[in-house]
């Protein structure tokens, strides 16, 4: 706070001035806070969606081994031709007790094709586990630089409380001396208590976004955070994240899908063939022939297979849905494709557009802004301008330093996303 002595509060004041028209604005936050390498391996590590994705996989994998095996064989128990005027087993040279074994084949390569399919479908979840860790990583990054912009913000607008605060009580002493009216001393406070209130926007905007990070990491949310803006990995160019995205992990899963509807194509196409069964039947027969020998047991070898004769509206339909399947699965490729071309595009020139608005801001706008700030005071305090120019002035410096902030952050969120579209771990 100012001194009421006019020489020192005037000192103060501008000394407050020239402190604040540096560009960079430093955080007092715990050194040994999280990092976000610590933000993003919490996630990945917590995050029960990837052991979701990694437990259907295995489930996959094991069903795909069991898909490739014969059915089991039925066993057949039963009698046959038992004379219900006695039921004895030996009366009658037809009743026998059966005992059977019964064994199906599937249609053609239906057992191959199936779990090659479920394979497919295996290997399209590998993908997706990849393509959800990369998205948690996106996820966490962007939370976790909405925090720090927010503390950035918090420590910019807690500076622009005390020079306004400092800035108030100089005007009342002038104002208890009669240089001033009382309209400055309320223009005064009324500008301490916007900025004093734009402090319990960004602590809420804070809270929200600890909040969504708290989704991924829980309780480690928070914690301190590591105060200065994290280094990012380099993106590559433009063109070479193009060439890159036939193989990002979203578009390759989407391509095991396809290929996965193709075999159901397949699969769909040996409806038309039949299928067997094969049926070894042993009879056993008691009683005497006429001669008075023991009657011979019996063996029975059958086979059984379907007729697939009238397919219009049953193998026809299949293998219509099937192919309608597939080239769904590859329109929805083809869509996602070319949005996410869409989305390098548009991010590649936000990011560069941010660049050059970081570079203005550097160059020109924040060092123009610290020194209309202090000619304003100086001006004022030589009786050549007024409060409100004053004010201006500094609300402008502030308020510069606050978009700054902003952009930086925005233009790293923007990095993040062009390393997700990258397709890797960087």
Same mark, same amino acid.
């Given at each position: 706070?100012?001194?009421?002595?006019? *020489?020192? @509060?005037?000192?103060?004041?501008?000394?407050?001035?020239?402190? %604040?028209?540096?560009?960079?604005?430093?955080?007092?936050?715990?050194?040994?806070?999280? *990092?976000?390498? /610590?933000?993003?391996?919490?996630?990945?590590?917590?995050?029960?969606?990837?052991?979701?994705?990694?437990?259907?996989?295995?489930?996959? =994998?094991?069903?795909?081994?069991?898909?490739?095996?014969?059915?089991?064989?039925?066993?057949?128990?039963?009698?046959?031709?038992?004379?219900?005027? *006695?039921?004895?087993?030996?009366?009658?040279?037809?009743?026998?007790?059966?005992?059977?074994?019964?064994?199906? %084949?599937? #249609?053609?390569?239906?057992?191959?094709?199936?779990?090659?399919?479920?394979?497919?479908?295996?290997?399209?979840?590998?993908? &997706?586990?990849? =393509?959800?860790?990369?998205?948690?990583?996106?996820?966490?990054?962007?939370? %976790?630089?909405?925090?720090?912009?927010?503390?950035?913000?918090?420590?910019?607008?807690?500076?622009?409380?005390?020079?306004?605060?400092?800035?108030?009580?100089?005007?009342?002493?002038?104002?208890?001396?009669?240089?001033?009216?009382?309209?400055?001393?309320?223009?005064?406070?009324?500008?301490?208590?916007?900025?004093?209130?734009?402090?319990?926007?960004?602590?809420?905007?804070?809270?929200?976004?600890?909040?969504?990070?708290?989704?991924?990491?829980?309780?480690?949310?928070?914690?301190?955070?590591?105060?200065?803006?994290?280094?990012?990995?380099?993106?590559?160019?433009?063109?070479?994240?193009? *060439?890159?995205?036939?193989?990002?992990?979203?578009?390759?899963?989407?391509?095991?899908?396809?290929?996965?509807?193709?075999?159901?194509?397949?699969?769909?196409?040996?409806?038309?063939?039949?299928?067997?069964? %094969? /049926?070894?039947?042993?009879?056993?027969?008691?009683?005497?022939?006429?001669?008075?020998?023991? #009657?011979?047991?019996?063996?029975?070898?059958?086979?059984?297979?379907?007729?697939?004769?009238?397919?219009?509206?049953?193998?026809?339909?299949?293998?219509?849905?099937?192919?309608?399947?597939?080239?769904?699965?590859?329109?929805?490729?083809?869509?996602?494709?070319?949005?996410?071309?869409?989305?390098? =595009?548009?991010?590649?020139?936000?990011?560069?557009?941010?660049?050059?608005?970081?570079?203005?801001?550097?160059?020109?706008?924040?060092?123009?802004?610290?020194?209309?700030?202090?000619?304003?005071?100086?001006?004022?305090?030589?009786? $050549?301008?007024?409060? &409100?120019?004053?004010?201006?002035?500094?609300?402008?410096? $502030?308020?510069?330093?606050? =978009?700054?902030?902003?952009?930086?952050?925005?233009?790293?969120?923007?990095?993040?996303?062009?390393?997700?579209?990258? @397709?890797?771990?960087?």
């Amino acid at each position: 706070m100012y001194s009421t002595k006019k *020489s020192t @509060g005037h000192g103060h004041v501008l000394a407050v001035s020239i402190a %604040f028209a540096g560009i960079a604005i430093s955080l007092n936050i715990d050194a040994s806070g999280l *990092s976000l390498n /610590d933000v993003e391996q919490l996630a990945l590590r917590e995050d029960p969606s990837v052991e979701v994705l990694e437990a259907n996989r295995l489930a996959l =994998d094991e069903l795909s081994v069991a898909a490739e095996q014969l059915p089991d064989p039925l066993l057949k128990v039963g009698m046959v031709a038992l004379p219900t005027d *006695s039921f004895n087993l030996g009366q009658e040279a037809m009743t026998q007790v059966q005992f059977g074994l019964v064994q199906k %084949f599937p #249609r053609g390569d239906t057992r191959s094709l199936t779990s090659r399919q479920i394979r497919q479908r295996a290997e399209g979840l590998d993908e &997706t586990v990849r =393509d959800q860790k990369l998205q948690i990583i996106l996820a966490v990054r962007e939370q %976790f630089l909405e925090i720090l912009k927010q503390q950035h913000l918090a420590n910019i607008n807690a500076k622009a409380i005390a020079v306004f605060a400092d800035l108030a009580d100089i005007i009342q002493d002038y104002y208890a001396t009669g240089r001033v009216h009382q309209e400055d001393v309320f223009q005064a406070a009324v500008e301490l208590a916007k900025v004093e209130e734009r402090a319990t926007r960004i602590s809420q905007q804070e809270d929200r976004a600890r909040a969504r990070l708290a989704t991924w990491i829980s309780d480690a949310a928070y914690r301190n955070l590591e105060g200065d803006w994290p280094q990012l990995s380099s993106q590559s160019s433009t063109t070479v994240i193009k *060439s890159k995205l036939a193989r990002h992990p979203r578009i390759l899963a989407l391509g095991k899908y396809i290929a996965a509807s193709e075999t159901g194509v397949e699969l769909a196409r040996e409806k038309y063939k039949p299928e067997f069964s %094969f /049926d070894l039947t042993y009879g056993g027969r008691g009683g005497t022939n006429s001669d008075g020998s023991s #009657r011979s047991d019996l063996l029975s070898l059958m086979m059984v297979m379907d007729l697939p004769l009238f397919t219009s509206n049953r193998q026809d339909r299949v293998t219509a849905s099937r192919l309608a399947e597939s080239s769904a699965a590859r329109f929805t490729r083809d869509d996602v494709f070319r949005r996410m071309q869409s989305e390098i =595009d548009l991010h590649a020139a936000t990011w560069q557009r941010q660049q050059e608005r970081i570079e203005l801001f550097n160059r020109t706008l924040l060092p123009q802004a610290a020194f209309s700030s202090e000619a304003s005071f100086e001006a004022y305090q030589s009786f $050549f301008g007024d409060l &409100t120019t004053l004010l201006r002035a500094q609300i402008t410096e $502030f308020e510069l330093q606050l =978009d700054h902030a902003r952009l930086h952050a925005e233009a790293l969120k923007t990095h993040a996303r062009l390393l997700y579209l990258e @397709g890797e771990f960087k």
